[in-house]
């Protein structure tokens, strides 16, 4: 089993920055990508990025590309999600998640193990 915790979220104004993380724990050797999901109310769940986590891959939702980086910290066991320039439209539930699994893509949610209890990102215009 693997254990996920986020932190970082919370109230910001548009245009600010965030910086999210989520700590790992239990068998993380087993872990082969982890990933950040968001929803928002009355919306499905969305990919947003995820990151291989030996090799440090990453791979992002076309459209926050640029504004979105996803890193990790493998000796600290803990992902990380730097949120720049937001919007408004990135309100949302974020989550963290960790698949055991090589894939030809990662972008589905379905596809994880191991799932966070969510941190909430509220973005003020």
């Known amino acids: 089993q693997v254990q996920l915790v986020e932190s970082g979220g919370g109230l910001v104004q548009a245009g600010g920055s965030l910086r999210l993380s989520c700590a790992a724990s239990g068998r993380t050797s087993s872990i082969y990508v982890m990933g950040w999901f968001r929803q928002a109310p009355g919306k499905e769940r969305e990919f947003v990025a995820t990151?291989?986590?030996?090799?440090?891959?990453?791979d992002y939702a076309d459209s926050l590309k640029g504004r979105f980086t996803i890193s990790r910290d493998s000796a600290k066991n803990t992902l990380y999600l730097q949120m720049n320039s937001l919007k408004p439209e990135d309100t949302a539930v974020y989550y963290c998640a960790a698949d055991r699994y090589i894939r030809s893509s990662w972008s589905r949610a379905n596809d994880y193990d191991y799932w966070g209890q969510g941190t909430q990102v509220t973005v003020s215009s």
């Open positions: 990151i291989t986590w030996s090799g440090g891959n990453t």
